[in-house]
Structures are given as C-alpha cells and as structure tokens.
C-alpha cells in the first residue's frame, strides 16, 4: 500500500512539475527575431530599437538573428518553418509582399504562412535630384522629362524595389517615360545619383537627408500625403501630381499558428515600445514615423496591401523568374 501511495506522489509531482511548466508566463525564455536583410540597413535599425525596448519591458531577451538573402526570402523561409510557439517571430518589411508579386516561386505562402502581430514603422519617401539637373519643383521635374522622353535616368535598389514601385508609380500618372538604372541595394544607387551617374531617385528620406545638408542632391518632394514634420518646407509630389502616394513600412510577423494570446502580448509590448518617447524620437531621426496596428487591424491591412501591391508590381512590369 505503501508503494501505491508513494507511486501515486511521484505521478502527482510529475504532473505538478508538467502543469507548472505548461503555465509558465509568456515569454519565459529569449525570443529570437529574425531580420531578413542584413545588419545595419533600416529594417535592422528599426529591429534594434524597437526590441530592445521590447526586452527591457518583459525582462527578457530579444536576440536579432539577421538572416539576410534572395530579397528576405532565405530569413522569411525559416520563420514560416518554425514551431509557432512565440519564440521566433520576423521584422519584414513591405518587401514581404511584393516579392509574391514579383518572383514566380516563393518558399512560403505570403498571407498563409505568417501571422501579423503589428506594423512597427510607416517608411516615407523623398524624390531628390542631382543639382546639376535645372529643376527645382516637380513640376520642374515633370515638364524636363517630358521634353527629354527617355533620357532622364532614376535609380534604384533593384528591380521591384521600393525606389523602383514608387517611382513607377509616379511616372505613370505623370505621364512620363524616364530609364530605369537598378542597383544593388539603396546605397549605392545614392552614391550614384551624388555623383551624377543618375538624375533622379525616389528613396527612402533617411538615405538621402545627409545628402541634402551637404548640397550633394536636391531635395524636390515627398511620398507621404502631407508634408513630412522634419521638412515641413518640401512639399508632397501629391501637391502637384494629384492623388499620388507611396510609403511603405516594416512590421512584425510570427509563424501561423501561433497562439493569440502570445501575438496578443507581443502586440501590446510593441505599442508600448514604438510609444516610448526616446525610442520614437530615434525612430523620427531616421525619417520613420513609429506605428502600431491591433494583430486584427494589420491582417486586414496586409490583405489590402496585397491587392494593391499586384496591380502596382504589373504597372512597374518587374519580374523575376
């Protein structure tokens, strides 16, 4: 009898012990977030910031893990891969969705394989020019390309590209033909355009502010659909092209599947943090302006970014194979 008894206290501790573990707070280990592109670049930035503060909140450690390759594709195919457990989550940027558009195969499914916890940052760009170019608005800017049909060169970060996107879009409702020139990556397309290999591009604001100061490009407009706080005296292309907007942003992503209460929790910390003022002034200084989005909210923005991302990826005729 004895034996049954004490039998019956060890299963009871085991299951103790299991039950004990099984409730354990949310998250009780490091959370490793995947970055697709490499370090140093505005995804990485943004990342940093904003997990940091997320750590320091839950007294735990949020690990950058920068899994960089084939336009996030290599970083994104290990998150989609991982348990959905809350201990692997990603920061993509709008990337994420125009690469279903623009590659004929992926390595996941866009929208089925990732759950959206929050957007964490809204990317505004800036139309700059060499100053060699005789333009100062874009109204200067739209009545020079089309005098010069094809003549006029943009730079980007590569096909499909945001610079690529937005500036597609831009010629389009302008009315103008102007040369695509592709880069590898957003740096060297600026270095490009500093030193008058190009005339034109349309970049993220943080790539091209340093430049302004140093009267090494022309700032002529911005992306967004109101004048941009840091430089309230550049007007909208908006303003003179009607209608016209393109941003773009980098949010958070976990595993599909995962657990709402644990997407929940995460969604909740990142408001907090993008809140925080020293981590949203770090975030303006780099010409982002900090957001947050319910897990609901972002999936039905993501759902319409797709959409809308597929007609402008066909406008651009970018493609892959």
């Known amino acids: 009898m004895s034996t049954i008894r004490s039998l ?13 573990a099984w409730s354990q707070p949310y998250p009780s280990k490091p959370v490793r977030v995947v970055v ?7 995804t990485d ?20 893990d920068n899994r960089a390759g084939a336009a996030g594709m290599i970083g994104g195919a290990i998150v989609a891969k991982s ?51 005789p333009v100062r608005t874009t109204k200067d800017l739209i009545a ?3 005098a010069r049909p094809g003549e006029l060169l943009y ?30 990556g957003g740096a060297p397309a600026v270095v490009a355009l500093m030193g008058g290999e ?11 502010f340093p430049h302004i100061n140093s009267g090494r490009v022309r700032a002529i407009a911005v992306t967004s659909d109101k004048r941009n706080a840091q430089f309230p005296a550049i007007p909208t292309v908006a303003e003179t092209v009607k209608g016209y907007e393109f941003t773009s942003w980098f949010g958070c992503f976990a595993p599909a599947g995962t657990p709402k209460a644990i997407v ?51 406008l651009s005729g970018a493609r892959i194979e």
């Open 155 to 184: 730079g980007t970060a590569g096909v499909g590209a945001y610079q690529h996107l937005s500036t597609s879009v831009f010629a389009n409702m302008a009315g103008l033909k102007m040369t695509h020139v592709p880069f590898k």
């Open 8 to 20: 019956g206290a060890f299963v009871g501790l085991i299951v103790f012990a299991c039950g004990a």
């Open 45 to 64: 930035t943004v990342a940093r910031l904003v997990f940091q503060k997320v750590g320091e909140q839950l007294n735990q450690q949020f690990p950058i």
């Open 264 to 314: 929940d929790r995460l969604s909740a910390e990142i408001k907090q943090a993008v809140a925080d003022p020293e981590v949203a002034a770090k975030l303006t200084a780099q010409g982002l302006d900090p957001m947050h989005m319910t897990p609901e909210a972002f999936a039905k923005h993501v759902r319409l970014e797709y959409d809308r991302l597929r007609e402008v990826v066909k």
């Open 83 to 133: 348990p959905p457990d809350g201990y692997t989550i990603m920061v993509y940027s709008q990337t994420l969705l125009v690469n279903a558009h623009v590659y004929r195969k992926m390595p996941y499914d866009v929208v089925k394989d990732f759950t959206g916890i929050s957007m964490l940052t809204r990317l505004v760009g800036m139309l700059g020019v060499h100053p060699s170019l």
């Open 198 to 208: 190009i005339h034109l591009m349309i970049t993220p604001i943080a790539e091209l």
């Open 144 to 146: 020079l390309a089309k």
């Open 36 to 42: 697709v592109f490499p370090a140093g670049g505005g």
